[in-house]
């Protein structure tokens, strides 16, 4: 009897610390945590707790595709939203690499690496390295807190903000191959990726309940940027630096067999646009507002098919002097701009590998200003698409997706892209259990 209770002894506190090794390796990003709750794709990229600070985690995403488009290349690239995004060839402006899907035909878009380990009883490390054909970057590269007391937590390095709820996705966990446009015009193909501290604080609530406030850089160019310019005899500065302020508040729950997350978002900052060296040359330099709203709801009907509703709206209030040439004379305006739009997706997993649903886009606000006259703007600016997606296992993914963008514009007129996507995603590395 003694040699029972003292074997059963020996195997409580095997068990228990064996528990405790696991929750001490368990990555601490609080948002890649719950995010894998309602997050299909990212079940590919769970970290399996190993029990060992010394393993390092490694993962590689690789995403190819096939793009069908009912314009060729070069009129793809001179096609713009106005008031709301152009592009400017050979500046350096939008995507490092170019943006997903770009060209007809093959794309290789990127091959992802992602690495995580505990570096020690006070920290986590992550950091994740895209490929493409042009060369590598670090996209991310921060450390997180392990055990801060009273539900705080920080973070620190180059990090995927936690603005709204698709910012803070890799693109391989989209449910659809393209961005949502609002997404595009707003924080541009990269989204919003900057270099500074967060600090969270998780209220000891019953539920769910997640405030963050960052404080960042603020490069980015689509609706902030740091760096000033000189146009003719105007010379304008930098911005100060940190330049971009955060704020958000995220909480999740569930009624039921339905898990519901959502969020309020604002984000503040000084901006500067430098496109002088384009076809047609202007600068800005004012102050953006950005505002976002964003609500998940999942149900489960059994244990892998679901119904995913996922919504986002985002606003955004710019105010400045906007400098441009006409005639090769500099002209000086006051430029306000009150824009705003949504998407929204329906996604059902109807069987264990497959999966279909539908997104619809829509810019719905793009009042523009200059010098207190509103320009003449299309504010309709819609873009559908439709997938159905089959995964053979949680490593591979076949994406057949088919959508139709009314926003873009070639002087002055509408042109409508029509275009279809074959997409491959594969995952190589660590992974742990479903998430959900």
């Known amino acids: 009897m003694k040699k029972a209770v003292l074997l059963l002894s020996i195997f409580s506190f095997a068990f228990a610390q064996e528990v405790k090794k696991e929750q001490e390796s368990a990555p601490a990003d609080r948002s890649l945590q719950l995010r894998s709750k309602y997050d299909e794709r990212l079940k590919a990229l769970q970290i399996t707790p190993t029990g060992q600070r010394s393993l390092l985690n490694l993962s590689l995403i690789v995403d190819t595709s096939f793009v069908a488009r009912n314009k060729n290349d070069q009129e793809f690239k001179k096609l713009e939203i106005p008031g709301l995004f152009h592009r400017h060839e050979g500046n350096g402006h939008g995507h490092e690499h170019g943006a997903l899907n770009e060209k007809r035909g093959f794309n290789l878009n990127y091959a992802e690496l992602f690495l995580y380990a505990p570096v020690d009883p006070f920290f986590d490390l992550y950091a994740t390295i895209p490929f493409s054909e042009g060369g590598a970057e ?23 903000s936690s603005f709204g709820r698709l910012n803070a996705q890799h693109p391989h966990a989209w449910d659809f191959t393209n961005q949502p446009l609002v997404y595009k015009v707003f924080l541009g193909d990269d989204g919003l990726v900057e ?73 503040t900052g000084h901006s500067r646009v430098n496109h002088l060296d384009a076809d ?130 070639h002087n002055g007129s509408r042109e409508t892209v029509n275009e279809f996507i074959l997409q491959f995603n594969f995952a190589i590395g660590a992974h742990g259990a479903h998430p959900f």
């Not at 400098?323 to 997993?349: A, I, M, P, R, S």
């Open 280 to 409: 047609h040359p202007h600068a800005f330099a004012g102050k953006t507002k950005l505002y976002g709203f964003d609500l998940t709801a999942k149900y489960m009907i059994d244990s892998y098919r679901y119904i995913s509703f996922q919504g986002e709206y985002l606003y955004r209030d710019q105010k400045g002097t906007e400098y441009e040439f006409h005639d090769n004379t500099l002209e000086t305006e006051e430029l306000k701009k009150k824009q705003g739009g949504f998407y929204t997706q329906l996604v059902f997993k109807f069987d264990r590998r497959w999966r279909a649903g539908v997104q619809y886009n829509l810019i719905n606000k793009n009042d523009v200003k200059r010098n207190g006259v509103k320009a003449d703007l299309p504010s309709k600016l819609p873009a559908y698409y439709a997938m159905l997606e089959y995964s053979p296992t949680e490593f591979s993914r076949i994406r057949f997706q088919v959508g139709q963008n009314r926003a873009f514009f």
């Open 138 to 160: 670090v996209e991310e590269a921060y450390a997180v807190t392990r055990g801060l007391p009273f539900g705080f937590q920080f973070k620190v390095g180059k990090f995927r």
């Open 195 to 267: 270099k500074g501290v967060q600090l969270n604080w998780l209220a000891p609530t019953p539920f769910y309940l997640l405030f963050g406030v960052e404080v960042l850089q603020g490069e980015n160019e689509q609706s902030f940027g740091t760096e000033g310019f000189k146009v003719d005899d105007v010379e304008v500065g930098d911005t100060r630096k940190p330049n971009l302020y955060l704020g958000f508040v995220k909480t999740s729950f569930d009624v039921g067999n339905l898990s519901v997350l959502t969020g309020l978002s604002f984000a």
